[in-house]
């Protein structure tokens, strides 16, 4: 049974960086994508940044220039750096990952806090 785990999450001020990290383990089968989702409280999930098997990378209109996603396929790991935080930005972090079992399962994480504060 694959496990996500994700670390990272914290209290930030206004202007700060966080750095997510999100892994995979106990699956033996390909990993297509990786990504990260929010939801703030009252708010829809709202998508903040996908990459695939070919780095190619998505990102939500909402952190468009203040977040970069990278991957590190040999750890199955992915990255979220994410800098200029705002109030906004206060949101459950969500891991999302594809895995090509075949057919694709999708796997969910349970979450980190992000706070953006002063």
């Known amino acids: 049974q694959a496990q996500i785990v994700e670390s990272g999450g914290g209290l930030v001020q206004p202007g700060g960086s966080l750095r997510l990290s999100c892994s995979i383990s106990g699956t033996p089968y390909m990993i297509a994508y990786m990504g990260w989702y929010r939801q703030a409280p009252g708010k829809q999930r709202e998508l903040v940044a996908t990459i695939n098997r070919s780095s190619n990378t998505n990102y939500g209109d909402g952190v468009k220039g203040r977040v970069t996603i990278s991957r590190d396929s040999a750890k199955d790991t992915a990255y979220l750096q994410m800098n200029s935080l705002e109030f906004e930005d206060t949101a459950v972090y969500y891991c999302?990952?594809?895995?090509?079992?075949?057919?694709?399962?999708?796997?969910w994480g349970q979450g980190t806090q992000v706070t953006v504060s002063s």
């Open positions: 999302n990952v594809g895995v090509l079992t075949p057919p694709l399962e999708e796997y």
